[in-house]
């Protein structure tokens, strides 16, 4: 049984930091693509940045510069480092094991059940 436990997510003023990390179980980790995604009130959930087995990253262009991902195959963890963080980051953060298509498309597969991140003006 897959599993994707969440942890970080905390109340913090703009232009702060916060660091997500998100423990798997169940998934062949070194294996598998993971990516953050987050939703906000009222909004769709959107793609935030995504990891392929060999450490391939993509960005959403409102993150880029801003946030990091990263991954400890000797952990089964991926990380989210989040910097000069803005009211409108404001979301739960949802970790997500997925897979790439051949096309380097990357398809979400199982979540976890999400952190609460809140950036105050």
């Known amino acids: 049984q897959v599993q994707l436990v969440e942890s970080g997510g905390a109340l913090v003023q703009a232009g702060g930091s916060l660091r997500l990390s998100c423990a798997a179980s169940g998934v062949v980790f070194e294996d598998t693509p993971m990516g953050w995604y987050r939703q906000a009130p009222g909004k769709q959930r959107e793609l935030v940045a995504t990891?392929?087995?060999?450490?391939?990253?993509n960005y959403a262009d409102s993150v880029k510069g801003r946030f990091a991902i990263s991954r400890d195959n000797a952990k089964d963890t991926v990380t989210l480092q989040m910097n000069s963080l803005k009211p409108e980051d404001t979301a739960v953060y949802l970790c997500?094991?997925?897979?790439?298509?051949?096309?380097?498309?990357?398809?979400?597969?199982?979540w976890g059940q999400g952190t609460q991140v809140t950036v105050s003006s």
């Open positions: 990891i392929t087995s060999g450490g391939s990253t």
């Open positions: 997500n094991a997925g897979a790439v298509s051949d096309t380097g498309t990357y398809y979400p597969a199982r």
